[in-house]
């Protein structure tokens, strides 16, 4: 069936510091993908999206590319601040009426 | 902006009694879902409505019911709360077009 998997976090760094949160899914055809944001005691928001094979999605300073060929859409912030931390969910949509299947999640902690 | 609100925002439950969390959306957007997210997973889709009288099963609809009489509302009804039940419930919505989720800040529920 369909799937996503995260890494495991928590991911814990230091402000300014490099970001990568892997991405990857299972899928019987060609979906959209995603990734969500949860800010504490907020609901999700959507970070930034992909529609097709080697489209970029980008959105305050975060990326992430639609890898069909590895089956990946791992999320990248070259330098992350305090105000980053948060849980990152990865999602597919796949099947119509925009139905997702989340990944587990992925915390993130920013120090100063 | 309202967006898509949700109440009661906590509640404890005993086991047994059923109850009703609201949702309603201000946005005119046709979809409407239902998830479920329990410590360290992702969301669970319970039900979706892709318009005013229209609802199907997610992956995770035993034990709910949901009705969607008006394109604004979109309650979730429990009724006869199990511990298993305890989790945070968020509901989304979203115009069709592979456009994205609008999410509530969910309520916290706890059964005993």
């Known amino acids: 069936g369909n799937s996503v998997t995260q890494m495991e976090g928590p991911v814990t760094l230091s402000e300014e510091a490099f970001l990568t949160i892997n991405c990857t899914y299972t899928a019987t055809g060609y979906p959209s993908l995603f990734w969500y944001v949860q800010y504490p005691g907020e609901g999700l928001q959507l970070l930034l999206k992909a529609t097709k094979a080697d489209d970029k999605g980008s959105n305050k300073g975060f990326e992430a590319t639609y890898r069909k060929e590895t089956t990946s859409f791992h999320l990248e912030k070259g330098s992350v601040q305090v105000s980053d931390s948060a849980v990152y969910f990865c999602?597919?949509?796949?099947?119509?009426?925009?139905?997702?299947?989340f990944g587990a999640g992925t915390r993130l902690a920013v120090h100063p | 902006n309202a967006g898509v609100t949700q109440t009661p925002k906590f509640r404890i439950l005993k086991i047994g009694q059923s109850m009703t969390l609201q949702c309603t959306q201000d946005m005119n957007h046709n979809y409407m879902y239902w998830y479920r997210q329990d410590p360290g997973m992702g969301l669970k889709l319970i039900y979706y409505?892709?318009?005013?009288?229209?609802?199907d099963k997610g992956e995770v609809p035993n034990g709910y019911n949901v009705s969607r009489s008006t394109t604004e509302d979109f309650p979730l009804r429990l009724e006869l709360a199990a511990p298993s039940q305890t989790s945070v419930y968020f509901c989304a919505s979203a115009a069709p077009g592979n456009q994205p989720q609008h999410f509530g800040d969910g309520t916290r529920l706890s059964i005993l």
């Open positions: 409505s892709v318009g005013a009288g229209i609802t």
């Open positions: 999602a597919l949509e796949l099947g119509g009426y925009n139905k997702l299947i």
